[in-house]
Protein backbone atom coordinates (compact mmCIF):
# COMPACT_ATOMS: atom_id res chain seq x y z
CA UNK A 1 0.00 0.00 0.00
CA UNK A 2 1.09 3.39 -1.31
CA UNK A 3 0.69 6.84 0.29
CA UNK A 4 1.17 10.46 -1.76
CA UNK A 5 0.61 14.09 -0.34
CA UNK A 6 0.08 16.56 -2.47
CA UNK A 7 -1.02 20.66 -2.89
CA UNK A 8 -1.57 23.01 -5.37
CA UNK A 9 -3.19 26.36 -6.32
CA UNK A 10 -6.37 26.58 -8.34
CA UNK A 11 -6.09 28.72 -11.26
CA UNK A 12 -9.08 30.45 -10.41
CA UNK A 13 -11.67 30.56 -7.37
CA UNK A 14 -13.56 27.08 -8.03
CA UNK A 15 -17.39 27.67 -7.64
CA UNK A 16 -19.12 24.91 -5.57
CA UNK A 17 -20.76 23.36 -8.68
CA UNK A 18 -17.05 23.17 -10.17
CA UNK A 19 -15.91 21.64 -6.99
CA UNK A 20 -18.79 18.91 -6.86
CA UNK A 21 -18.28 18.04 -10.39
CA UNK A 22 -14.06 17.46 -9.60
CA UNK A 23 -15.22 15.05 -6.87
CA UNK A 24 -18.05 13.28 -9.01
CA UNK A 25 -15.06 12.83 -10.90
CA UNK A 26 -12.22 11.66 -8.59
CA UNK A 27 -14.96 9.21 -6.77
CA UNK A 28 -15.45 7.68 -9.71
CA UNK A 29 -12.21 7.33 -10.99
CA UNK A 30 -10.97 6.46 -8.26
CA UNK A 31 -13.11 3.79 -7.09
CA UNK A 32 -12.42 2.22 -10.58
CA UNK A 33 -8.74 2.45 -9.70
CA UNK A 34 -9.35 1.20 -5.81
CA UNK A 35 -7.95 4.62 -4.71
CA UNK A 36 -9.01 6.08 -1.74
CA UNK A 37 -8.13 9.77 0.57
CA UNK A 38 -9.04 13.39 0.93
CA UNK A 39 -9.17 16.23 -0.92
CA UNK A 40 -9.18 19.49 1.14
CA UNK A 41 -10.23 22.86 -0.36
CA UNK A 42 -9.08 26.04 1.07
CA UNK A 43 -8.87 29.43 -0.48
CA UNK A 44 -7.99 28.62 -3.90
CA UNK A 45 -5.43 25.89 -2.45
CA UNK A 46 -5.68 22.48 -2.64
CA UNK A 47 -4.49 19.41 -0.47
CA UNK A 48 -4.99 15.81 -1.34
CA UNK A 49 -4.07 12.49 0.53
CA UNK A 50 -4.01 9.50 -2.26
CA UNK A 51 -3.68 5.94 -1.18
CA UNK A 52 -3.32 2.70 -2.78
CA UNK A 53 -1.46 0.64 -5.22
CA UNK A 54 1.90 2.71 -6.16
CA UNK A 55 1.19 2.52 -10.09
CA UNK A 56 -2.12 3.24 -9.91
CA UNK A 57 -1.52 6.23 -7.61
CA UNK A 58 1.34 7.82 -9.76
CA UNK A 59 -0.28 7.39 -12.82
CA UNK A 60 -3.10 9.28 -11.04
CA UNK A 61 -0.76 12.41 -9.81
CA UNK A 62 0.88 12.36 -13.52
CA UNK A 63 -2.80 13.31 -14.77
CA UNK A 64 -3.35 15.86 -11.98
CA UNK A 65 -0.30 17.89 -12.88
CA UNK A 66 -1.40 18.01 -15.99
CA UNK A 67 -5.26 19.84 -14.93
CA UNK A 68 -5.46 23.06 -15.93
CA UNK A 69 -7.44 23.91 -12.72
CA UNK A 70 -4.43 24.53 -10.80
CA UNK A 71 -1.09 25.06 -10.54
CA UNK A 72 2.04 24.64 -8.59
CA UNK A 73 1.42 21.54 -7.74
CA UNK A 74 4.23 20.59 -5.09
CA UNK A 75 4.53 16.68 -4.18
CA UNK A 76 5.57 16.76 -0.06
CA UNK A 77 5.33 13.50 0.82
CA UNK A 78 4.48 9.47 -0.93
CA UNK A 79 5.92 6.48 0.65
CA UNK A 80 4.71 3.02 2.05
CA UNK A 81 1.76 2.72 4.19
CA UNK A 82 0.37 -0.20 6.35
CA UNK A 83 -3.23 0.59 6.09
CA UNK A 84 -5.63 3.23 4.49
CA UNK A 85 -6.49 6.07 7.14
CA UNK A 86 -9.53 6.65 4.34
CA UNK A 87 -10.61 3.65 3.59
CA UNK A 88 -14.14 4.11 3.41
CA UNK A 89 -13.82 7.37 0.81
CA UNK A 90 -13.04 6.71 -2.88
CA UNK A 91 -12.36 10.53 -2.23
CA UNK A 92 -13.45 12.48 0.95
CA UNK A 93 -14.11 16.17 0.58
CA UNK A 94 -13.50 19.42 2.92
CA UNK A 95 -14.18 22.73 1.59
CA UNK A 96 -12.98 24.49 4.72
CA UNK A 97 -15.22 27.66 4.29
CA UNK A 98 -17.75 24.97 5.35
CA UNK A 99 -15.32 24.22 8.69
CA UNK A 100 -15.89 25.47 12.36
CA UNK A 101 -12.70 26.50 13.11
CA UNK A 102 -13.21 25.89 16.67
CA UNK A 103 -13.28 21.86 15.93
CA UNK A 104 -9.81 22.76 14.49
CA UNK A 105 -7.58 23.86 18.06
CA UNK A 106 -4.28 23.71 17.01
CA UNK A 107 -5.02 23.47 13.60
CA UNK A 108 -6.88 26.74 12.71
CA UNK A 109 -3.64 28.58 11.90
CA UNK A 110 -2.93 26.46 8.88
CA UNK A 111 -5.23 27.86 7.06
CA UNK A 112 -4.44 31.69 7.91
CA UNK A 113 -1.54 30.90 6.87
CA UNK A 114 -2.26 28.57 4.06
CA UNK A 115 -1.76 24.81 3.05
CA UNK A 116 1.58 25.50 1.84
CA UNK A 117 2.72 26.59 5.42
CA UNK A 118 2.12 22.82 6.95
CA UNK A 119 5.04 20.66 7.64
CA UNK A 120 3.97 17.72 5.00
CA UNK A 121 7.31 15.70 5.41
CA UNK A 122 6.98 11.94 6.15
CA UNK A 123 4.06 10.00 6.88
CA UNK A 124 3.79 11.39 10.92
CA UNK A 125 3.79 15.13 9.88
CA UNK A 126 2.11 18.03 10.82
CA UNK A 127 0.05 17.97 7.52
CA UNK A 128 -0.91 14.76 7.98
CA UNK A 129 -2.14 15.10 11.38
CA UNK A 130 -4.32 17.98 9.81
CA UNK A 131 -5.82 15.90 7.39
CA UNK A 132 -6.69 12.87 9.79
CA UNK A 133 -8.09 16.08 12.35
CA UNK A 134 -10.11 16.91 9.47
CA UNK A 135 -11.25 13.17 9.10
CA UNK A 136 -12.48 12.79 13.09
CA UNK A 137 -13.95 15.95 13.08
CA UNK A 138 -15.99 16.27 10.00
CA UNK A 139 -16.40 12.91 7.98
CA UNK A 140 -19.00 9.99 8.90
CA UNK A 141 -19.17 6.80 7.30
CA UNK A 142 -22.63 6.63 7.81
Known sequence: MHELIYTSVANWDLSTQEL????????????????????????????QLLEGDKKAIFELYDTICEDERHT??????NGEIEDRSFEDWAMAFINTSEVDLGKLE????????GMAALNLTGNESTGREF??????SYLTTA
Open 131 to 136: LNVLRE
Open 106 to 113: GYSRYLED
Open 20 to 47: TELLDQSRIKNARLNITGILVYHDRGFM
Open 72 to 77: SVQLFW
